[in-house]
């Protein structure tokens, strides 16, 4: 029996300590693949095998776990036996449901993966109801699904079927983005596990993940997956799925051990991502020519189409024509929360760190601002804006009341980090804000006449000044941090587009332009009920709002123009951006533009003189109200074009995921489902739309 295991590499039969073969890139060459084992007497089947799982009497042969001499190394040059990358014991028990067993495979400590063959796969879902037996999943979740894609006319009409689950990769993206660490990766079998106690539901695995293999249950608000029906394999059994295929298209073990009746062994087929996001424990047989041109049945418009090395590469499928639509009302989804989240967020940084920066810079005016009363009032406002923020990011929680697990995973999960920097960023306007009451005129006067207490006198041998600077500088740091970790939570390969620069020059843009629009009301009022001058301070608030609306179209000009000249999913989000949504995306660039243009002119007329806003009770005070005015309406359109772009942001996205069915696994359905009333039915295996 051969292995092809891509073209160009194999495995190659080599020695070590343990006495197996080395994975080795090379032409040409075959492995000999060890037969299944033989079928135990009847009575004699839970001989020598632990009791994490009964087996049956009438098990059959291919149900069982080969014994295989395994590689060293898998093709991405990782160790196959996990026991040598870890510190844990051989023995060591996976206390599957709190059963302190261990399990009697002799292969448990060895990277397992599962086998497809697209040639055998019938379609019948035999695989997806096995799991849903053993797992009691409901109708509208399924840690295995089969989608399909086709291609050809007829007489030549081809469908190529595709049954995915999680693939327990390498490198699991999963794991390393879950916040409150409910991932882990075993070294019993290579399995990832999830635990759905653990979990919050916050649905960052199901955004990393490639293969669509977390499921987020909208009704009990946890994520579940695929567990590699770790019990059956701790007594020799292969996963239910696996054992229930009636076409011989899945099969599983050891990984890079070829299972019998095989001739190829790839690393992805058409509809696949790249395995290079996660390395993937899952490996292909697919000979049949398929057409050079790929479709998937379900809404998504992304097709594939054979590039001149053979592979298929995903291309936009222009399914909804090129029409221009508004749809304003599709904006509202249930990902509302993290729109209004990710903005006051980004506008409590800004209105925060521009006066204050400035202030350290050494601007006269932002030093007056910092020493008078107001100063509290702007610390107090960022952290409100702050605390909503994360407040509206815990009611996107499945499970709200877990949230303080999201600082679980700070060593790898950008989202642990950016709740880190954010309540950090919190904690030291807090601490600002304490130190700033001590000094502050009203609420000295207010204690005084209510309570006849001096404040001052009390606090009058504390360096407060100096306190609530560095208050103000840790703050100002955290915050930094905060909104960098923000970014990174988006920059995901899974989520083309989103992964791209325009994510970083949208959120610091906002920051920018926000927060000089909320710290410019408590500023120029502030300003003028001192009669001090108000144009100095328009002009360079005006300046920072304008490079953060100018650093927001930047990003956006190359958003466009990379994704346009993109064929992955990336470019098939903007598709639906410039037809779907078409109107509204138009409307949003128009809104940047007028503003960018008003902004420019209104900063020139400033330069000129002939905006003199000396102060409110001048000659010229109706110039100074027009000014006034013009900026207000600049601020509005601001805000506006920001929760239009946040919402297409968060809508439009397209992640690499497996192919679905015309009705299963299909957004378009689900839709439809739902508008027709067809979802009301559990049966029909349509989720809610929030949890």
């Given at each position: 029996m051969t292995s092809q295991i891509t073209e160009g590499s194999k495995l190659h039969s080599g020695s070590d300590k343990a006495g197996v073969g080395l994975f080795t890139p090379e032409t040409g060459s075959s492995i000999k693949v060890t037969k299944a084992n033989a079928l135990?007497?009847?009575?004699?089947?839970?001989?020598?095998?632990?009791?994490?799982?009964?087996?049956?009497?009438?098990?059959?042969?291919?149900?069982?776990?080969?014994?295989?001499?395994?590689?060293?190394?898998?093709?991405?040059?990782?160790?196959?036996?996990?026991?040598?990358?870890?510190?844990?014991?051989?023995?060591?028990?996976?206390?599957?449901?709190?059963?302190?067993?261990?399990g009697t495979n002799p292969d448990r400590n060895k990277q397992h993966g599962f086998f497809f063959t697209a040639d055998n796969c019938i379609g019948c879902h035999a695989c997806e109801s096995a799991c849903a037996e053993k797992n009691d999943t409901p109708a509208h979740l399924a840690f295995r699904s089969v989608g399909y894609v086709e291609g050809g006319s007829y007489p030549d009409y081809k469908r190529m079927n595709i049954s995915m689950a999680c693939n327990h990769c390498d490198d699991p993206v999963c794991l390393k983005g879950c916040p409150t660490r409910a991932y882990t990766k075993h070294a019993e079998y290579g399995a990832v596990l999830q635990d759905p106690e653990t979990c919050f539901g916050c649905g960052y695995c199901t955004w990393v993940c490639p293969y669509n293999a977390p499921q987020l249950d909208p009704v009990?608000?946890?994520?579940?997956?695929?567990?590699?029906?770790?019990?059956?394999?701790?007594?020799?059994?292969?996963?239910?799925?696996?054992?229930?295929?009636?076409?011989?298209a899945l099969d599983f073990g050891v990984i890079e051990d070829t299972p019998e009746s095989r001739e190829q062994c790839k690393t992805s087929i058409p509809g696949f991502p790249s395995p290079e996001i996660t390395r993937p424990n899952i490996r292909f047989q697919q000979t049949k020519s398929m057409p050079e041109e790929m479709t998937r049945?379900?809404?998504?418009?992304?097709?594939?189409?054979?590039?001149?090395?053979?592979?298929?590469?995903?291309?936009?499928?222009?399914?909804?024509?090129?029409?221009?639509?508004?749809?304003?009302?599709?904006?509202?989804?249930?990902?509302?929360?993290?729109?209004?989240?990710?903005?006051?967020?980004?506008?409590?940084?800004?209105?925060?760190?521009?006066?204050?920066?400035?202030?350290?810079?050494?601007?006269?005016?932002?030093?007056?601002f910092m020493a008078s009363d107001m100063m509290l009032v702007l610390v107090v406002t960022s952290l409100f804006m702050t605390s909503f923020g994360l407040f509206m990011s815990v009611t996107h929680l499945g499970k709200p009341f877990r949230f303080y697990r999201g600082f679980n995973n700070l060593r790898y999960s950008p989202m642990s980090r950016e709740g880190l920097g954010l309540a950090l960023f919190s904690a030291g306007l807090g601490l600002m804000a304490v130190c700033l009451l001590a000094t502050n005129t009203w609420f000295n006067e207010l204690l005084v006449s209510s309570f006849d207490i001096e404040l001052s006198v009390l606090t009058n041998a504390l360096p407060l000044v100096n306190l609530a600077l560095g208050s103000g500088v840790f703050a100002a740091i955290a915050g930094a941090a905060g909104l960098y970790y923000m970014n990174q939570c988006y920059q995901i390969k899974a989520r083309p587009f989103w992964n791209h620069w325009q994510t970083v020059t949208s959120f610091m843009g906002n920051s920018m332009s926000l927060g000089a629009m909320v710290s410019g009301v408590m500023i120029l009022s502030t300003l003028a009920?001192?009669?001090?001058?108000?144009?100095?301070?328009?002009?360079?608030?005006?300046?920072?709002?304008?490079?953060?609306?100018?650093?927001?179209?930047?990003?956006?000009?190359?958003?466009?123009?990379?994704?346009?000249?993109?064929?992955?999913?990336?470019?098939?989000?903007?598709?639906?951006?410039?037809?779907?949504?078409?109107?509204?995306?138009?409307?949003?660039?128009?809104?940047?533009?007028?503003?960018?243009?008003?902004g420019l002119t209104l900063l020139a007329l400033g330069e000129l003189g002939l905006l003199n806003t000396q102060g409110l009770a001048s000659e010229s005070v109706g110039v100074n109200l027009w000014a006034f005015v013009a900026w207000s309406v600049i601020a509005?359109?601001?805000?506006?074009?920001?929760?239009?772009?946040?919402?297409?942001?968060?809508?439009?996205?397209?992640?690499?995921?497996?192919?679905?069915?015309?009705?299963?696994?299909?957004?378009?359905?689900?839709?439809?489902?739902?508008?027709i009333g067809l979802a009301d039915n559990p049966a029909c295996g349509v989720a809610p739309l929030a949890h």
């Open positions: 135990p007497k009847r009575g004699e089947e839970q001989l020598g095998r632990s009791n994490h799982w009964e087996v049956r009497t009438e098990e059959q042969a291919y149900a069982y776990l080969p014994k295989t001499d395994s590689e060293i190394e898998n093709r991405y040059g990782k160790r196959i036996d996990l026991v040598e990358l870890t510190d844990n014991p051989v023995g060591r028990s996976m206390f599957i449901n709190d059963n302190p067993a261990v009990k608000g946890t994520v579940s997956k695929c567990n590699m029906c770790v019990d059956r394999l701790e007594v020799g059994l292969k996963p239910a799925c696996v054992s229930a295929c009636v076409g011989n049945t379900d809404s998504m418009p992304v097709k594939y189409r054979k590039g001149k090395d053979g592979q298929y590469k995903p291309v936009i499928d222009q399914k909804v024509g090129k029409k221009q639509h508004w749809n304003l009302a599709k904006l509202n989804s249930r990902e509302n929360p993290l729109v209004l989240f990710t903005l006051f967020a980004q506008a409590a940084l800004g209105t925060f760190m521009v006066p204050f920066l400035a202030a350290l810079a050494g601007v006269e005016i932002f030093e007056l009920v001192l009669s001090l001058p108000l144009l100095p301070a328009l002009q360079l608030l005006g300046g920072v709002w304008l490079v953060g609306v100018a650093l927001e179209a930047i990003g956006l000009i190359g958003h466009n123009r990379d994704l346009n000249a993109s064929e992955n999913e990336g470019g098939a989000a903007h598709y639906i951006q410039c037809t779907t949504f078409g109107k509204t995306y138009k409307l949003r660039n128009l809104m940047l533009t007028l503003n960018i243009f008003a509005l359109i601001n805000c506006i074009s920001a929760v239009i772009g946040r919402a297409l942001f968060y809508n439009l996205v397209i992640p690499t995921t497996m192919p679905g069915a015309f009705f299963w696994k299909n957004k378009g359905f689900e839709q439809h489902a739902r508008d």
